[in-house]
């Protein structure tokens, strides 16, 4: 039921998901995650094609309009109304590039491809996308091996390594690999920022801390991000992280 209501779920005029009720027309980026994964794999077990389609629907609506044409990397939010105060007047696009949602759009692709058919007319479409914004992110892998808060932004004033986009970008760098979606030769940079979340992890006696996590955040500009709190053991980063470790494990 829940897959199935997907269909008449609010969408914009492009047929783009809202991201929330209270968020008309607009499309996050993290949301890809949310919805595009389950969707194509409940049309894969039921033959609802329309459903499998409306999914990819949302990963070429991103990418088209939500592209920095000077990182590469895609954008947090997108208003095609262009009401939100975030919305640049012109595009509708936010004003950066936030980590954990980009993390989540490259994951939820390599998760999606499992379920698209290998003669799906534009699953090359969808490989291209892909291997164009992995090589944009390791574009800006810090040298410590983490992703920042800001991603394309790592050396700026105030911003932070953060570990759940860290862990997402590590996890669909090992997927990619292991599916050859993504050249092998990823898993160097992959394994550096493997090294960078394991290595800022600390103990509380028998009990993991995951720090380094911002909280849930909504769009905005770079000082939003960059003072958002961090939490340890927050869920966002602690289900990041088990992907990661998933996925290094296979």
């Known amino acids: 039921y829940l897959t199935e209501s997907l269909a008449d779920y609010p969408k914009n005029e492009y047929g783009g998901f809202w991201h929330f009720y209270t968020t008309p027309d607009q499309m996050w980026l993290d949301g890809l995650y949310m919805a595009g994964p389950l969707l194509v794999k409940y049309a894969s077990y039921t033959g609802r094609e329309d459903l499998r389609e409306l999914a990819i629907r949302q990963i070429f609506l991103m990418h088209e309009h939500m592209r920095d044409p000077k990182s590469g990397l895609l954008r947090h939010g997108w208003d095609p109304g262009k009401h939100a105060a975030w919305a640049d007047p012109e595009t509708g696009l936010s ?41 944009a992110v390791l574009n800006y892998q810090s040298d410590e091996g983490r992703w920042y808060e800001v991603v394309d932004k790592w050396k700026e004033p105030g911003n932070w390594p953060e570990n759940s986009c860290t862990s997402l970008f590590t996890a669909a760098l090992c997927k990619g690999a292991r599916t050859g979606v993504l050249e092998p030769s990823v898993l160097e940079r992959a394994q550096r920022g493997y090294d960078g979340v394991i290595n800022s992890l600390k103990m509380d006696g028998d009990d993991l801390l995951i720090g380094d996590v911002c909280i849930g955040t909504g769009v905005g500009d770079y000082q939003h991000y960059i003072h958002r709190p961090t939490s340890v053991n927050d869920l966002h980063g602690v289900g990041a992280f088990l992907l990661m470790c998933a996925e290094a494990a296979r």
């Open 95 to 135: 004003p950066e590039v936030w980590g954990r949602a980009c993390g989540w759009f490259v994951l939820a692709i390599a998760d999606m491809l499992d379920y698209i058919p290998q003669d799906h007319p534009r699953r090359g479409e969808i490989i291209a996308i892909q291997q164009e914004l992995i090589a």
